[in-house]
């Protein structure tokens, strides 16, 4: 009899190793969280039998826990982003988006995204979504309240603001405080359930099984502990989430992330899905690329500081979206780093209110000599910064008016951003080569027959730390699990 341990998702099954089907479906989607939901909801909708497999005992994975958080927007606005009076033009979410994806953006993907993103806003409503409409001012992560849009990223801040009109794009679900993303999946989940996929909780998908052709035709998966083997006649879809949970997958492609002691994830992003694509010789994209943060604020008063190094030096505007922020602090030298308040706008940031004060003084100098760096270093940053800020300029960093302010009031104080004194926040960007039809691409950028993937199982629109805003992981996973869904789903028809 065969049991889970023979079989690993770092090796594929070959078809003839299969005694039997103990199941067959058109279209085989591994993971119930935003991708795997969106998929079978558009897979079933176009007429093809789906079947859900979905390790944990309920849907919603990840995407449960998040904020709800949806980045969408361009084509002039979606109806909320309008009544608030921003009329997002689809050039401007493109320029955004290809600036977002750094330097392995991918054009056609984001263009595809762009072109799409307000109806597919619209389409998370008819699916019974709800977002309230309203629009909260300021700087959030996530909306205290139920609002509904809000500024997610680096919209205002150089130097994506002389590169895209700038429109706040974070739509989220309309849910009391933080956690919205629970409504989102209950709603998603209900609807692929009721729509007539077939969803098999605690059920794993341990290994994909290919013919001779090497065209992916099902998967092998234990459900309830048993060995199964299932047909998925058209294609399977591979939505299983990242790996930032898998230590040994981290250790080896994107060790930066150990600087991040959280996993943000419900603990199932082991990279199953992405082994299981590279079994079958799929190629991988920026694997080395994580969503990190270190939650300095809210309260946005925190944003009016001045982050310094070791040298005493500033290194980023910090009025850029928190990740973006996060990856400059922890690549700083010694991975030292500290943000500089005065008494008018220090606050302790509501994520870490234990944050550990390095220093405190009457003075910049005795902050200077507390946190033991070189004479006249720190004195001169902060001097040289409160003369511009009275100016209302930020010439070297280029912060916004909005948020320069002298840092003139005592008491003075240091809060450490050193490794080992705060709690970074991470998730896994890399992923699978796909193209925006969720078709996995080999090494040659050739698609593999029978295998898709969607969400943070493939590499998507956000796949760059430095370039992320919120909402882009969701946004990414629903809208492209839905043309993976229909992809496959339009095998059948053929
Ligand atoms: C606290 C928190 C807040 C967040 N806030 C936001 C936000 O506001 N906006 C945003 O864009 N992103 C946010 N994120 C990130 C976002 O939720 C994820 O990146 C997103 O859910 C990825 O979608 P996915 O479909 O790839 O993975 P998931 O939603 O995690 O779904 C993957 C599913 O696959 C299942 N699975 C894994 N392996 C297997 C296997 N071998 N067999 C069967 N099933 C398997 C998992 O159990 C899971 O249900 C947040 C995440 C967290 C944890």
């Known amino acids: 009899m065969n049991t889970a341990q023979q079989f690993s998702p770092g090796r594929a099954c070959s078809l003839e190793q299969v005694p039997h089907w103990d199941l067959s479906t058109d279209v085989l989607v591994v993971g119930f969280g935003a991708a795997g939901a969106c998929a079978a909801i558009e897979a079933v909708v176009a007429g093809a039998s789906v079947t859900v497999l979905e390790v944990?005992?309920?849907?919603?994975?990840?995407?449960?826990?998040?904020?709800g958080e949806v980045y969408v927007g361009g084509n002039g606005g979606t109806d909320v982003q309008r009544e608030h009076g921003f009329a997002d033009t689809t050039e401007a979410l493109r320029q955004y988006l290809l600036m977002a994806g750094g330097p392995a953006a991918d054009a056609e993907r984001i263009s595809v995204y762009a072109e799409n993103a307000q109806s597919h806003f619209n389409w998370l409503r008819e699916q019974g979504v709800p977002f309230k409409g309203s629009y909260l001012p300021g700087k959030w992560i996530e909306p205290p309240t139920d609002d509904t849009l809000l500024w997610s990223g680096n919209e205002k801040s150089w130097p994506y603001n002389i590169v895209a009109e700038p429109a706040p794009r974070g739509h989220t679900v309309q849910f009391e405080g933080w956690g919205g993303g629970k409504v989102l999946m209950q709603v998603l989940c209900e609807r692929a359930q009721t729509l007539g996929a077939t969803i098999q909780y605690n059920s794993r998908a341990l290994a994909l099984i290919r013919d001779r052709e090497s065209r992916v035709v099902g998967v092998v998966a234990r459900i309830d502990g048993d060995i199964r083997y299932i047909e998925a006649r058209q294609g399977v879809i591979l939505c299983a989430g990242g790996f930032i949970c898998n230590s040994q997958m981290v250790k080896r492609f994107v060790p930066a992330a150990l600087a991040c002691e959280l996993q943000v994830s419900a603990g199932n992003d082991d990279g199953s899905g992405i082994r299981m694509g590279i079994s079958v010789g799929a190629a991988t994209v920026n694997m080395q690329e994580f969503f990190a943060t270190l939650p300095f604020f809210p309260p946005a008063s925190l944003v009016k500081g001045i982050f310094i190094n070791a040298h005493g030096q500033r290194f980023i505007n910090e009025d850029s979206y928190h990740g973006r922020v996060a990856h400059h602090v922890m690549r700083q030298p010694e991975e030292r780093a500290w943000l500089l308040v005065d008494d008018e706008i220090f606050g302790r940031p509501i994520i870490q209110q234990d944050m550990k004060i390095s220093a405190v003084g009457e003075t910049w100098q005795e902050v200077e000599q507390e946190l033991g760096l070189p004479t006249g270093s720190l004195v001169r940053t902060v001097d040289e910064f409160n003369r511009l800020a009275?100016?209302?300029?930020?010439?070297?960093?280029?912060?916004?008016?909005?948020?320069?302010?002298?840092?003139?009031?005592?008491?003075f104080a240091a809060i450490s951003y050193c490794r080992g004194d705060y709690q970074g926040h991470a998730f896994t960007l890399g992923g699978l080569s796909t193209r925006p039809t969720g078709?996995?691409?080999?090494?040659?950028a050739k698609p593999i027959a029978g295998l898709y993937a969607a969400g943070r199982t493939a590499c998507g629109l956000p796949r760059w730390g430095e370039g992320y805003s919120s909402g882009l992981s969701l946004g990414d996973s629903t809208y492209f699990g839905r043309l993976a869904g229909r992809t496959v789903a339009q095998q059948t028809q053929n």
Not at 57 to 67: D, P, Q
Not at 439 to 444: N, T, Y
């Open 56 to 67: 944990a005992t309920s849907g919603g994975g990840s995407a449960a826990l998040s904020g």
């Open 390 to 411: 009275a100016e209302q300029q930020d010439p070297y960093l280029h912060k916004t008016a909005e948020w320069l302010r002298p840092l003139t009031v005592p008491p």
């Open 439 to 444: 078709e996995v691409l080999d090494g040659d």
